[in-house]
């Protein structure tokens, strides 16, 4: 298994532009979220997905959209990039609400 | 609005020492309490706590939870340098996602 994989890992963006944050999980998990990571603010939940098809927002969802067409892949949606997305990017993945969330090795952003 | 709230946020100590560490929680409709390790990539995760009192433990690692006075304490004993991380402790709660406190930065020095 390769667990929860996420693309790319670094990317650069200009104010403005969109771009696409790709996870992946192998592990046939029902549960996903996006959560961002700031310098001394712990991981905050962009949006989360209990199954296919479905998904609800989490803390901070201004500025993202998510969908989640199949069990295995949950993108993350930048619709116009603000210097206040600037940040590290983690999703994560569960089998149930009884077991842990596995996460993915991050996407580090950085909005210019 | 569900809080996570750590502490100390950093703390060094050498290697041998134990340390403590506290998360209290102010949260609707609880599920269960994770602690995870964070290096220099993604959290990996430790513990899970749902019921009160029962102590887990791994190897030099344990910890419980208090559901009545709402928090958490991770212990490690005999720390080594390779204990050095940010330990985040989160809750998950109805909405079957977790909130997070802002972490613990452990230094062990040789």
């Known amino acids: 298994n390769a667990g929860v994989t996420q693309t790319p890992k670094f990317q650069v963006l200009k104010t403005g532009q969109s771009m696409t944050l790709q996870c992946a999980q192998d592990?046939?998990?029902?549960?996903m979220s996006w959560y961002r990571q700031d310098p001394g603010m712990g991981l905050r939940l962009i949006h989360y997905?209990?199954?296919?098809?479905?998904?609800d927002q989490g803390e901070v969802p201004n500025g993202y959209n998510v969908s989640r067409s199949t069990t295995e892949d949950f993108p993350l949606r930048l619709l116009s990039a603000a210097p206040s997305q600037t940040s590290v990017y983690f999703c994560?993945?569960?089998?149930?609400?009884?077991?842990?969330?596995?996460f993915g090795p991050g996407t580090r952003l950085t909005v210019l | 609005e569900d809080k996570v709230v750590q502490s100390p946020l950093s703390l060094v100590v050498h290697e041998g020492d134990t340390v403590t560490l506290n998360c209290s929680y102010e949260?609707?409709?609880?599920?269960?309490l994770l602690w995870y390790k964070q290096e220099k990539k993604a959290p990996t995760f430790l513990f899970m706590l749902?019921?009160?009192?029962i102590e887990k433990k791994s190897g030099r690692l344990s910890s419980i939870l208090d559901k009545k006075e709402l928090f958490s304490i991770l212990n490690i004993t005999a720390t080594q340098t390779g204990d050095s991380a940010v330990y985040l402790c989160?809750?998950?709660?109805?909405?079957?996602?977790?909130?997070f406190g802002s972490g613990t930065r452990l230094q062990v020095q040789p």
């Open positions: 994560a993945s569960s089998r149930d609400r009884y077991n842990e969330q596995f």
């Open positions: 592990m046939n998990h029902e549960y």
């Open positions: 997905s209990v199954g296919a098809g479905i998904t």
């Open positions: 949260v609707t409709n609880f599920r269960s």
């Open positions: 749902t019921s009160s009192g």
């Open positions: 989160a809750v998950e709660t109805g909405r079957r996602a977790l909130t």
